[in-house]
C-alpha cells in the first residue's frame, strides 16, 4: 500500500515539470512507452529526470540508456557505490532533486546515518571510508587527484559520474528542488525521503542484466573522449550511441555558430562555477548575430551553470525555435557536451595507485 501511495506521488510530480508538457503514462505513444515501461519496472518509479525527456523520444530513450546501462545494470561495483557517486556528482552541480532521490536511495540500500550526511553535505562525518572517500572525489565540481577505486570500476563509476554531470543539468531546468511535495512540512521531509528509499530499495536491490537498454538506439563508434569507458562494452555502447543521438539531433537544432561557440567555451572550461550573475554568458555570446544569441545563452548556461536558467532565458530562446522537442534537444545537447568534458577530466589519472574502495 506505502508503495503503492509513493509510486502515484512520483507519477504526479511530473506536473511540475517546467517549460515542456509531460507525457502522462496513460496516452504515453509507444515511442515512449518503450523507455517508461522498463524505467517504472526496473529503476522501481517512472523517475521524472528520465520522464521528463519524453516529449522528444530519442532524448528519452539517451537518458534511460545512460542510467540504466550505468547506475542500474549490475557490475563490479556495488549499487551503493554507485548511488553514493551519483549523490556527490549531484551535490557538486547543486542539484537538490538529485541529491534527495540518490541519497534516499543510499539509505534504502545501507541505512545507517550516511546517507543523511551525505545529504546534507557534510562528507567528514560519513562513518564509511569507501563512501565518504568517493564523495570526497566525485562531489567537485574540479576533481583534483587520482579516483579512489581501481581501473577495472573505472567504466562504471565514471560512468555514473557523466550520466549525473547530464540528469543534473537537465533536471535543473526542468524540475523543482525536490520530489518530496513543497506541501510537505518541513519537519517531516527527512521521514519522506526515508519512505522514498524503502519504496526504491528493492529495484535498487535486483539483479538488472547489463546491455538490454542499448537497442533502443543505433549503435555507433565511440568519441575518443569516451575512451575510459572501454574496459566495460556495454557502457561503451551506451555513451557511443547516446552521443550520435545527441549530436545527429542538434546538428539539425542548433546553428553551426553555436555549437562551434559553445564548444570552444567547454572545451576551455574546468567545471569552476562561472559566477553568480549571467553576465559571463552575455559576454560570450556577444559576438553572435542577434538571431543566435538566445539559444547560445540557454545552451553555455545550461552547460555551465544550469541553475541560473529562468523563464526569460528559455522564452527568449523560444522566439528563434518553438517547440518543446527543440528545447529538449538543444539542453540535452549542452548537457551531454559539458558532461563528456568533465568526464575526461575526471579520468585522466585513472589507474595511478591509491586507495581503492569501492569494488563488490
Known amino acids: 500500500m506505502v508503495n503503492r501511495f509513493a509510486r502515484a506521488a512520483v507519477r504526479r510530480s511530473l506536473g ?24 517504472e519496472r526496473e529503476f522501481g518509479v517512472l523517475a521524472p529526470p528520465v520522464a521528463l525527456h519524453a516529449p522528444q523520444p530519442q532524448v528519452l530513450a539517451v537518458a534511460w540508456v545512460l542510467l540504466r546501462e550505468t547506475l542500474v545494470a549490475r557490475g563490479h561495483a556495488t549499487r551503493a557505490t554507485r548511488e553514493a557517486v551519483a549523490a556527490a556528482v549531484s551535490l557538486g552541480n547543486a542539484c537538490p532533486y538529485c541529491v534527495d532521490v540518490h541519497t534516499s536511495t543510499l539509505y534504502g540500500l545501507v541505512q545507517g546515518p ?16 569507501d563512501i565518504r572517500t568517493l564523495v570526497r572525489w566525485a562531489r567537485g565540481p574540479v576533481v583534483v587527484g587520482p579516483p579512489p577505486f581501481p581501473a577495472a570500476v573505472a567504466p562504471e563509476l565514471l560512468g555514473v559520474a557523466v550520466t549525473f554531470h547530464y540528469l543534473n543539468r537537465m533536471v535543473n531546468v526542468f524540475l523543482d528542488d525536490s520530489p518530496v511535495p513543497p506541501a510537505v512540512p518541513g519537519r517531516l521531509r527527512g521521514g519522506t525521503r526515508r519512505l522514498l528509499g524503502a519504496m526504491l530499495r528493492p529495484a535498487a536491490s535486483r539483479s538488472v542484466q547489463p546491455g538490454a537498454a542499448l537497442a533502443l538506439l543505433p549503435a555507433a563508434p565511440l568519441p575518443s573522449d569516451l575512451d575510459w569507458a572501454l574496459g566495460r562494452p556495454t557502457i561503451a555502447a551506451a555513451f557511443a550511441r547516446a552521443s550520435a543521438v545527441v549530436d545527429e539531433l542538434a546538428d539539425a537544432a542548433v546553428p553551426a555558430v553555436v555549437r562551434e561557440l559553445v564548444g570552444e567555451r567547454i572545451a576551455a572550461w574546468d567545471g569552476t562555477p562561472p559566477g553568480i550573475s549571467r553576465a559571463w554568458a552575455a559576454d560570450a555570446v556577444a559576438g553572435l548575430a542577434p538571431a543566435h544569441r538566445p539559444t547560445a ?13 529562468d523563464d526569460a532565458v528559455v522564452h527568449d530562446h523560444g522566439h528563434r525555435a518553438p517547440g518543446d522537442a527543440d528545447l529538449l534537444t538543444v539542453t540535452a545537447w549542452a548537457s551531454l557536451t559539458a558532461a563528456r568534458r568533465l568526464g575526461a577530466r575526471m579520468a585522466r589519472d585513472v589507474g595511478r595507485p591509491v586507495d581503492q574502495p569501492g569494488a563488490g
Open 16 to 39: 511540475r515539470v517546467r517549460y515542456v508538457r509531460p507525457v502522462p503514462p496513460g496516452s504515453a505513444p509507444p515511442a515512449v512507452r518503450r523507455v517508461y515501461d522498463p524505467l
Open 297 to 309: 545563452r540557454l545552451a553555455l548556461l545550461t552547460a555551465m551553470a544550469s541553475h541560473q536558467v
Open 114 to 129: 550516511d546517507a543523511a550526511a551525505v545529504a546534507a553535505g557534510r562528507v567528514d562525518v560519513v562513518t564509511d571510508p
